[in-house]
C-alpha cells in the first residue's frame, strides 16, 4: 500500500490491502497474519456508507477536491461511479484514506471504485472488481461476520440492453462469490424504479417517480436476488428522494440505489446535495452531472454482531509482512473472484 506526503495523492503504484488476495473471505486458505494490534481502535456503532456520481476523478485536484467536500460529513464506505481515471489502482492518501478504481471500457470514461475512511482500512479483507461497472469490498465487521459493498455504474439509456443484462449477470457474481453474511448492492443504475408494483415484496411503499423499463428490469432483479430496496423503505420529502436533474431544473430522477439482503441493518436512507465537486456545475462537462447528489445510508450493525465486532477489535489482524514488497503490482480484479 502506498502513502504519500505530497499535496496532492499519487497517481500510479502498487496495492497493499489487509488480507489483499488471500484470506478466509476472498475463498483463499487464510495466509499469514500480522502480530501488530491496534490498541485503543474502537469501531463506531454505524456505518455510513455513501454511493456518488462523481462524474470524473480524472485528476489528482478532483480526488483531493472530493475529499475536501466529505470532511464536512461522517462517512465509512464511498462507492463511486464514473470515476474516468485509467487504469487499475488502489492509493492510500495523504489523508490516510484510501482510494480503489478500475477505469472504464472506454479509455478515460466510465469506471467504478471505492473511497475507505482510514479508520476502517484494517478491516478490508479484500478489495476489487468483477468488470468495469461492478466493484467490490469486503469489510471485516466481527470475528464471525463480514459485509460485501457492490458499486455499480450502469450503461445509459444511449447503450443496449444487452449490456444491461451484462452488468446484472457481474453484480450476480459478486454476490455470490465470496460468501458474507450482509451484503450491500449500491450505485447509479440509470434506471427509475418509480412506484411499487402489484404483488412486490422488495419494493417500499415509498418510491419515487414513474418506473421505466430499466426500472422494471431493476425490480425483476431485485426479486432474483432477494434484494431490498432501502430506498423506498423510509417516507422522505421529495428534495430528499431524487438523485439527478436535468440541466434546466425540469426533470429530477431518482437513479442512484442502495439495495440489501438484511433490511434490519438499516436506520435510513436519505439522499443530500450539500456535497458538489464543483467542476461538474463551472465546467458543463455533460448536461446530465449538473446535480448528482450523494446517497447516504446509515447502517446500525444488529446488536450482537456490533458486540462482536467490539470485543475483538483490538485483535483484528491483517497479513505479515512488507505491505508493499510481498504484494501484485494489480489490485484484486475478475482474479479475485475466480473460483
Known sequence: MRSTDETRPPVSGSPAIPGYGSGQGNGGAGGAKNPRRRNGYHPRR?????????RTLRTDEKIVELEDEMSRLRWSIMGLSEV?????D???????????????????????????????INNIITIGSVSSRVAYLILRVSKRYSLK???VYAPTSKHPDEEVEVMYEDISRAIHKSKTY???????????????????????????????????????FLEKEDLFMMNSFFRKPPQRKWTWMSPDGSTKNEIDFIMTTERRMFSDVSVINRVKTGSDHRMGITPEAWNRSVVVLPISLLSHVYKLF?????????????MTSSLPNKPASEKALAP
Do not use: C
Not at 474516468?84 to 487499475?88: A, D, P, V
Not at 479509455?107 to 473511497?115: C, E, I, R, T
Open 182 to 220: 450482509f451484503n450491500v448492492v449500491m450505485g447509479d443504475f440509470n434506471a427509475k424504479l418509480g412506484k411499487r408494483g402489484d404483488g412486490e415484496l422488495k419494493v417500499g411503499e415509498f418510491g419515487y417517480g414513474q418506473r421505466n423499463s430499466r426500472g422494471q428490469r431493476l425490480a425483476e
Open 90 to 120: 488502489t492509493i492510500t492518501l495523504k489523508s490516510g484514506n484510501l482510494l480503489y478504481y478500475r477505469e472504464g471500457d472506454q479509455l478515460s470514461q466510465g469506471g467504478v471504485g471505492f473511497l475507505v475512511h482510514r479508520s476502517l
Open 149 to 151: 459493498v457492490i458499486q
Open 84 to 88: 474516468r481515471r485509467e487504469g487499475e
Open 310 to 322: 467490539f470485543q475483538g477489535s483490538s485483535r483484528i489482524v491483517s497479513h505479515a509482512g512488507s
Open 46 to 54: 454505524q456505518l455510513a456508507l455513501v454511493t456518488y456520481n462523481v
